[in-house]
């Protein structure tokens, strides 16, 4: 595994152990992320503070996720795609309509990878139910 794929699979882990202050320091200090539901966080300190409320006042779910794509775009630069599901609290399988792509943008500073850019899109394949269907049994699989 990649200092990239590892890098992305502590975000996951961070995300999964409700650890908003270990999820905010992967992030360059003015990192910018795009929430599933299309929030925006700008910068270390906001996603820290927006991931405290959400773990604070949500049961959130944990995710499972498989890497499509690492690629080193420079030796400062590299980008990782990811097909992601999450499993709701108290629940033991992933729930479709919750399905992302995932994707990140990190820099290497200071020697390791920070993550400059994360979105988190809903995986949802307007038109195409077997597509959405085959995502959701490749990510069960990793439950």
Do not use: C
């Not at 604070?56 to 097909?83: F, N, P």
């Amino acid at each position: 595994m990649g200092d990239v794929s590892g890098l992305y699979y502590a975000l996951l882990d961070a995300w999964n152990r409700h650890d908003a202050a270990g999820y905010a320091a992967l992030f360059v200090e003015d990192g910018y992320l795009v929430g599933f539901d299309g929030s925006e966080m700008n910068g270390r300190e906001e996603i820290e503070q927006s991931l405290s409320t959400i773990f604070a006042d949500h049961e959130t779910g944990r995710y499972v996720a498989e890497i499509r794509a690492e690629r080193i775009v420079s030796d400062e630069v590299a980008m990782l795609a990811a097909a992601a599901g999450l499993v709701p609290a108290g629940e033991s399988d992933v729930n479709p309509e919750l399905n992302a792509i995932q994707t990140l943008v990190a820099k290497h500073e200071d020697r390791s990878w920070r993550i400059v850019q994360f979105q988190n899109t809903p995986a949802q394949f307007h038109g195409r139910p077997e597509d959405a269907e085959a995502l959701t049994n490749e990510l069960r699989a990793l439950v």
